[in-house]
């Protein structure tokens, strides 16, 4: 552990190092922006992403129980992929980009090829883009003189892909 190895100098030595190639200028000593905006909205799930959550997760939940049953150890990649899977489909959104059967005790591929292709099945219609699409179009105006804008944080890559295609329209 590096507190038992004098963590402190570590952090010390790192912050004099990155000091000559660095300053700190904070945003209101520089900019005049307006206050942020924290909102949270809570959105059902259309009735088939809800459908596939569930099968997903009730899956998930066996492997779990199962192992801890003494029948295997389930690995770690395998959990986080299923939840990954899961935070996708709350987006709307879930990719299968191969055609495998995989050991979930071991996590190794143990029927069919991985192809590298993505395909990706979108949920129509996915209330968690329509209701982004309506909160942008809350606090922007397209025709607005001033030209107010809008930081939009996306988990996904697809996300940022599907409200481009929605606001293009």
């Not at 009730?58 to 990954?84: N, P, R, Y």
């Not at 883009?129 to 003189?145: C, F, G, S, T, V």
């Not at 996306?154 to 996300?159: A, G």
Request: proline share 3%; hydrophobic share 40%; aromatic share 8%.
């Amino acid at each position: 552990h590096l507190a038992e190895q004098g963590e402190t100098d570590y952090i010390e030595e790192l912050k004099e190092k990155v000091a000559r190639y660095s300053f700190i200028v904070k945003k209101k000593e520089c900019l005049d922006l307006p206050d942020k905006i924290y909102e949270t909205h809570f959105v059902d799930m259309s009735d088939e992403q809800a459908a596939v959550y569930k099968d997903i997760r009730d899956k998930l939940f066996a492997e779990l129980m199962s192992d801890t049953l003494g029948a295997g150890k389930v690995t770690v990649q395998f959990v986080l992929v299923q939840i990954l899977r899961l935070a996708q489909i709350t987006s709307g959104f879930l990719p299968y980009d191969r055609e495998v059967t995989v050991d979930p005790i071991t996590g190794e591929v143990v029927e069919g090829a991985d192809k590298g292709e993505r395909k990706i099945q979108e949920f129509t219609p996915n209330p968690k883009l329509i209701d982004a699409i309506e909160i942008i179009d809350e606090h922007i105006d397209q025709n607005d003189a001033q030209g107010n804008k809008v930081i939009v944080w996306c988990r996904f890559v697809h996300d940022i892909e599907a409200i481009e295609r929605e606001l293009a329209k």
